[in-house]
């Protein structure tokens, strides 16, 4: 099973972008996929998720601007953008849910299969 997140980009803040996650070896319909992202000298912090059940969970610092939605037929999942801001900047990254457990779907140390990231840059 490998992740390959794509689509990041240098974009101006109130800018947006769509961030794709891409499996092969696997199927996410089954699956719990988060986004998180990593600023330089911070810690990896978790952004979005889709669960299993398809249900969303959000960040609070993106709720209401970023929407994580998949595409089953593609065996993707998106990160959809929106009024980005400077503090945005980081690399992003997918990764699957392996602890299957609701009260995890937050937690970075619940994921693995991590994907390379894909650096957005949102300038002011």
């Known amino acids: 099973v490998q992740l390959q997140a794509f689509g990041g980009g240098l974009v101006q803040a109130g800018d947006s972008l769509t961030l794709s996650c891409v499996a092969s070896g696997r199927t996410f319909s089954a699956s719990t996929v988060g986004w998180f992202r990593q600023a330089p000298g911070k810690e990896r912090e978790f952004v979005a998720a889709?669960?299993?059940?398809?249900?969303?969970y959000y960040a609070d610092s993106v709720k209401g601007r970023f929407t994580i939605s998949g595409d089953n037929a593609k065996n993707t999942v998106y990160l959809q953008m929106n009024s980005l801001k400077p503090e945005d900047t980081a690399v992003y990254y997918c990764?699957?849910?392996?602890?299957?457990?609701?009260?995890?779907?937050?937690?970075?140390?619940?994921?693995?299969?991590w994907g390379q990231g894909t650096q957005l840059t949102v300038s002011s």
């Open positions: 889709r669960w299993r059940s398809g249900n969303t």
């Open positions: 990764a699957v849910n392996v602890r299957g457990i609701l009260s995890t779907v937050r937690s970075v140390s619940a994921y693995g299969t």
